[in-house]
């Protein structure tokens, strides 16, 4: 996984051109965000980015995709390969301490339309 990179010399440069905020060379590894995003933040994009990774290389995740890996054809002859890149990444999460967060989960909350109670008659209440 990673995110959207606007290289020099790449037509998607000239597009996001006057978006990007970051020009240093370490930070276009693809696990940085260096330019602003439409409709959410860079931080939104990053902490998203950092969620998802963190998400994907779970172990629980890593031992269910090795499992259906191995269930392929000619899975088996490269399984060993797959695992440890899988656990490589689930190492350098951990190491990294990559957490993130669900950015959805802010707009889901920020966004939602109060609702009011309807009114419901008890039948069993005692009259005013």
């Known amino acids: 996984m990673s995110h959207l990179h606007a290289s020099p010399g790449y037509p998607v440069f000239q597009t996001k051109k006057n978006r990007i905020f970051d020009r240093q060379w370490r930070h276009y590894n693809f696990h940085h965000s260096v330019f602003h995003p439409r409709c959410m933040s860079a931080e939104d994009l990053q902490s998203g980015h950092d969620w998802i990774t963190n998400r994907y290389y779970r172990l629980r995740r890593i031992f269910r995709r090795s499992w259906?890996?191995?269930?392929?054809?000619?899975?088996?002859?490269?399984?060993?390969?797959?695992?440890?890149?899988?656990?490589?990444?689930?190492?350098?999460?951990?190491?990294?301490?990559?957490?993130?967060?669900?950015?959805?989960?802010?707009?889901?909350?920020?966004?939602?339309?109060?609702?009011?109670?309807?009114?419901?008659f008890n039948w069993f209440a005692p009259p005013d």
């Open 68 to 120: 259906r890996y191995a269930l392929r054809p000619r899975g088996l002859s490269t399984l060993r390969f797959m695992r440890r890149v899988n656990l490589a990444y689930y190492g350098r999460i951990r190491r990294w301490k990559i957490m993130g967060r669900n950015p959805a989960e802010r707009y889901r909350t920020s966004h939602r339309r109060r609702e009011s109670t309807p009114t419901v």
